[in-house]
């Protein structure tokens, strides 16, 4: 079993619809929680960080995090076709550098 | 802007040759990661270094690969002899860790290997 679960999606929504993108993780150490987005053919830039537990809004963007299910969320709402890219849930644990991210999932948002 | 740079962007190659990448991190910046990317593996990190020290490479076959930082503005990564599974997308990342924490990852754009 993989620390971090991802669908790989891949995920297709009209314009404007509320997307949630989910991972699920199996180390009750992680505590940093971050949201990666990735345009094809491009790096993984960051889009939401966290720590521990509770929800993150930033703009369109809401991230959530529940440590005691071990899942983590991201909502985006109103989305547009600019959305349209790979989005990697990632995790660390306090102390450590190592960054464990899940399979990414493909979302598309039709015009 | 600053920004972490990677040359080659792409490189085509024949199988038992060698390839060497590199990666510029953002000034600054006291941290810098290897990844590999594939659809089957996702993003695995292959090596770690830390004010240029190598704290971590467990991710990397031993035997063909190797990962320095010459200097705190480059970092090279080397694989020697390259096969066909070596293909893939090799991202570098920078950021600054502050005691025990280490801050957001910038990742540069990538080198696209094909190994033939």
């Known amino acids: 079993q993989k620390e971090v679960e991802q669908d790989p999606g891949p995920l297709s929504v009209p314009e404007g619809a509320i997307v949630s993108l989910n991972c699920t993780y199996s180390n009750s150490a992680f505590q940093y929680f971050m949201w990666y987005r990735q345009y094809s053919r491009k790096g993984p830039e960051l889009l939401m960080y966290?720590?521990?537990?509770g929800n993150k809004e930033d703009g369109r963007f809401t991230a959530q995090v529940d440590k005691s299910s071990k899942y983590i969320s991201l909502f985006i709402r109103d989305s547009q076709p600019s959305d349209s890219a790979t989005y990697l849930c990632a995790m660390t644990h306090t102390g450590g550098f190592k960054t464990i991210f899940g399979a990414g999932t493909r979302l598309f948002v039709k015009a | 802007d600053a920004r972490v740079t990677q040359t080659p962007r792409h490189k085509v190659t024949e199988m038992g040759q060698e390839v060497t990448m590199r990666c510029q991190p953002i000034l600054g910046h006291n941290t810098v990661f290897w990844y590999r990317q594939t659809m089957m593996q996702g993003l695995e990190l292959l090596a770690y270094f830390r004010n240029r020290a190598p704290l971590d490479d467990s991710g990397m076959p031993k035997d063909r690969f190797s990962a320095e930082m010459p200097d705190a503005t480059l970092a090279t990564l080397k694989i020697q002899p390259s096969e066909p599974r070596d293909s893939a997308v090799y991202f570098c990342a920078s950021g600054l860790a502050r005691q025990a924490k280490q801050e957001t990852q910038y990742f540069g754009p990538g080198t696209r290997l094909l190994v033939l």
């Open positions: 966290t720590y521990s537990s």
